[in-house]
């Protein structure tokens, strides 16, 4: 129960799936047991599938939490079920061709979902054609459904278009340091989790560098805070160079960055530091043509619990290369039966 209302908070998707298997419960199981009980076996079946195909989507959503799959098919079933309904009760199964298109179109992609709305309007409307007075009572009638379906589905359509666009909005927003363009401490932590995941079930072992500017405080003192974001950017992409395109950048706070390597060990974690300590000694330059370095401490994530303790020894490490002299790394093992805990010391972001 902990995590049953977060995970539909933060999954919209799943939330909407979610409160339309509540609904195909409540609303439609009546319908079921009705048209059942006075013998209309074909829409009393055909809404009891429904009920059940709805579950069974919603089960699956949260016991894998893929959505994609389960709303394209709830989309393909409640399309081919508004048809059976519309073709069996004429203008009173026409209703729920509306309640069709608000599912689609929150569901499914917006290009989806018009296919699979239009494509059942189509052939409401060409059954329909083909079998006067059974589905409706005039051209005129059908007529004036088409255009109502039109209309709300552009509506729809609309509405489900701008919220996608602001949910992806708010999800990279939530990700990505709007700086740099790199995952955030938010995206670290989840990195960070599958890292140690994988580590675990395939025993691929992973290296953590943190990177930190030296005296970048006094570039932003002497040159202005534009000049140090060009210069946090620059970094970025000094270090994206000399990455392997499995290797993951993360901007941590401040000037400071975290880079996780994938099946590194200790010689090779130091050669990847050691390489973009060089690119960015001979690349990036402040204003007055100094040299900008940076400090590197890693550490690899073997013998670590947890990623709290994996980043702290990491940061630990770049504070001794900070002690060191600066432009200097230090990557060392954890130490047996060693308490990570957090280094409280002298303020080296100068």
């Not at 379906?149 to 552009?154: D, E, F, I, T, Y």
Request: glycine content about 8%.
């Amino acid at each position: 129960m902990r995590t049953f209302w977060p995970r539909l908070k933060d999954d919209f998707q799943l939330s909407i799936i979610t409160l339309v298997g509540l609904l195909a419960v409540v609303g439609v199981s009546p319908y079921a047991v009705f048209r059942l009980g006075e013998g209309s076996w074909l829409v009393g079946a055909t809404d009891t599938f429904l009920v059940v195909s709805t579950l069974l989507a919603v089960v699956y959503a949260w016991r894998t939490g893929d959505t994609i799959r389960p709303g394209q098919f709830l989309a393909l079933i409640y399309s081919t079920g508004a048809f059976l309904v519309s073709a069996k009760l004429g203008a009173n199964g026409l209703f729920w061709m509306y309640v069709l298109i608000l599912f689609n179109f929150f569901v499914v992609p917006p290009l989806q979902s018009l296919i699979a709305t239009m494509s059942t309007l189509v052939a409401i409307c060409v059954y329909g054609w083909l079998h006067p007075e059974r589905v409706f009572e005039s051209h005129y009638q059908m007529a004036s459904f088409v255009v109502t379906c039109l209309l709300s589905g552009l509506f729809a359509f609309v509405f489900a278009h701008r919220a996608r666009v602001q949910r992806r909005l708010l999800a990279r927003q939530a990700t990505i340091d709007p700086l740099t363009g790199i995952g955030n401490r938010r995206t670290m932590d989840a990195e960070l989790d599958i890292a140690m995941a994988d580590s675990k079930r395939y025993g691929i072992d992973f290296g953590l560098l943190v990177l930190d500017l030296d005296y970048f405080k006094q570039i932003n003192d002497r040159f202005g805070h534009g000049i140090g974001d060009q210069v946090l950017v620059d970094f970025v992409d000094c270090v994206r160079e000399v990455c392997r395109p499995s290797d993951r950048l993360f901007r941590l706070g401040g000037e400071e960055f975290v880079l996780l390597v994938p099946k590194a060990d200790l010689n090779s974690l130091k050669a990847i530091a050691e390489h973009i300590q060089q690119r960015v000694r001979t690349q990036l330059l402040r204003p007055d043509g100094a040299p900008v370095t940076a400090s590197i401490g890693g550490s690899l994530l073997r013998g670590h619990a947890d990623r709290d303790g994996w980043l702290k020894h990491a940061d630990e490490c770049m504070y001794d290369a900070k002690r060191a002299g600066r432009d200097q790394t230090v990557i060392r093992p954890l130490a047996p039966n060693r308490a990570v805990a957090a280094t409280e010391g002298p303020d080296y972001h100068q």
